[in-house]
């Protein structure tokens, strides 16, 4: 079944879909660059901005940042030429106090990084399967930063150099009907 759309929205949200076969081709500094300043362009709480990023695009970043991903994960992403490691700072600069919504503002920026990849004909997956505590130790992430996703991010690659049951799996998967998400009755 194909995704259906009821109302007119912004092409990349049409197309946007979290692909496996990934291309080992490098993608430029000025793609990866634009993708991490759409990030940084998300709203969020009191203008904090908690999101962070390592990012991962040579052999030896990338070998390390791969090493926290859960097999499943490193079966497909091993391949993608630029891993970034999403991490939110979870108190206020200002008052030091906890920001309750830093992981909804970071992954806000995760939204609009994965709107402007596929703007630019990339593509992007995000991954929850990680070692969240190694990558605390390995990046000396203080007990103020807290890992939420690691983000693969290239060029579309083979399907076929995926396993059977990956490539079985590797289209835009069907979206809930609106519906179904608005808990309250509407007309």
Excluded at 137 to 154: N, Q
Aim: proline share 4%.
């Amino acid at each position: 079944m194909e995704r259906q759309f009821k109302y007119d929205i912004m092409p990349e949200i049409k197309t946007r879909w979290s692909p496996r076969a990934f291309s080992s081709e490098k993608i430029s500094k000025e793609d990866l660059n634009a993708v991490l300043e759409a990030a940084s362009f998300a709203p969020s709480c009191f203008n904090e901005q908690p999101w962070r990023f390592v990012v991962a695009d040579t052999e030896e970043e990338l070998s390390k940042l791969r090493g926290l991903l859960t097999p499943a994960n490193q079966v497909w992403a091993n391949k993608a030429p630029v891993l970034i490691l999403i991490v939110a700072k979870i108190d206020f600069d200002l008052t030091g106090q906890a920001n309750f919504w830093h992981m909804f503002d970071t992954g806000t920026a995760w939204g609009f990084l994965s709107l402007e990849a596929e703007r630019r004909g990339l593509i992007t997956h995000g991954m929850a399967g990680f070692n969240r505590n190694k990558s605390k130790e390995l990046y000396d992430l203080t007990d103020k930063y807290e890992p939420i996703a690691v983000i693969a991010l290239g060029k579309y690659g083979d399907k076929s150099d995926l396993s059977e049951d990956l490539q079985k799996r590797e289209k835009p998967d069907v979206r809930l009907e609106l519906s179904q998400l608005i808990l309250n009755k509407q007309e």
